[in-house]
């Protein structure tokens, strides 16, 4: 006798796996899941699941769309694989993928053509990021001698990117204008730019209000991933800069200079040197002004004007 709750088998049953499904519909789902990985690895380990994700997954329609944690190679992990994924990505047109090849190149691999082309790739797309990157390279003349500095072209570039928002360059922009670098002074218009980047800086920087309190929760200083790319290539003592040579102080930036003093240096300590004004006003507020002037410098400083003082005009009075 038949038990009347006993579900009846089925004689033939048919069994659905991804080998059913289309492959538009496949690597549909895979571009949006290179778009939303948090890590390479964790792109690459659905990837390794099977032959035919191993093949979909590396096509270019899947790979133009890899988005910016999935292309966070790491320095410790950097291997000719990563490198080939990184080339794969360019070739299928991904422009973060040329921002970070690019600065690795540039920086890290010692070919600064290929490095700049392939940020020069990114920025006619208008990747704020590879066009901040380009003007950090002409204001220093990186790559090349002292003479190949041209201050008018990383103005240009710099405007660009703080057009397109980016903090960093809102930054370097408002103080190139009120110092009268590369761009005729306008000591109000630097002002409000700095106003700004300061501004989307905090938004960008505090998590929430305490509660019961209308004050802020401390900052959190957020490195983007090729900038830790740089920092660690540096710093694990995996390559070992050229005699002369020194970092950006900036612990958020990672660039390292091309050329014997390349980079702008504290002139009233003379023991730490900046890739850009940015990286110098920035420092200079999270820690170095904790390390740096005087106290005769702070009082002459405080006539200046009421309120903090940003490191470029401390630096100005103590040149006086």
């Known amino acids: 006798m038949t038990h009347l709750n006993k579900k009846p088998k089925l004689e033939n049953p048919k069994v659905n796996n991804i080998d059913d499904l289309p492959d ?8 949006k899941l290179s778009s939303s990985a948090s890590s390479p690895a964790d792109f690459l380990t659905v990837l390794i699941t099977c032959k035919r994700l191993n093949r979909l997954g590396f096509h270019p ?28 990505c360019v070739n299928a047109g ?16 010692e070919n600064p053509v290929s ?7 990114a920025a006619i797309k208008s990747h704020a990021p590879a066009l901040y990157s380009l003007s950090v390279i002409q204001f220093n003349g990186s790559g090349g001698n002292k003479s190949d500095k041209n201050l008018r072209a990383g103005v240009a570039l710099c405007a660009r990117s703080a057009y397109l928002g980016h903090v960093d360059a809102l930054r370097e922009l408002g103080h190139c204008l009120q110092d009268g670098y590369g761009v005729p002074r306008d000591v109000a218009e630097g002002r409000r730019l700095l106003i700004q980047a300061n501004a989307r800086e905090l938004a960008g920087s505090y998590l929430s209000l305490k509660s019961g309190d209308e004050t802020l929760t401390e900052p959190v200083q957020e490195i ?15 390559v070992v800069l050229a005699e002369g040579l020194r970092m950006c102080s900036h612990g958020g930036c ?5 050329r014997s003093h390349e980079f702008r240096r504290c002139s009233v300590c003379g023991k730490v040197n900046y890739c850009s004004r ?12 904790m390390e740096c002037a005087p106290l005769d410098l702070w009082v002459a400083a405080a006539e200046i004007g009421e309120g903090d003082v940003d490191a470029v005009e401390v630096e100005n009075h103590a040149a006086r």
């Open 24 to 31: 538009d519909l496949v690597i549909s789902i895979l571009r």
């Open 61 to 88: 329609l899947v790979l133009s769309r890899a988005g910016t944690q999935t292309l966070a190679v790491t320095a410790e992990k950097w291997s000719d694989s990563a490198h080939r994924f990184l080339k794969l």
């Open 94 to 109: 991904n422009i973060d993928a040329c921002y970070v090849l690019g600065m690795i190149r540039f920086y890290c691999l």
């Open 115 to 121: 490095g700049a082309s392939l940020m020069a790739r």
């Open 224 to 238: 983007r991933p090729v900038n830790r790319f740089l920092k660690d290539w540096f710093g694990s003592g995996r």
């Open 254 to 258: 990672g660039r390292p200079e091309t």
């Open 278 to 289: 940015g990286c110098q006003a920035l420092d200079w507020r999270v820690k170095h002004k």
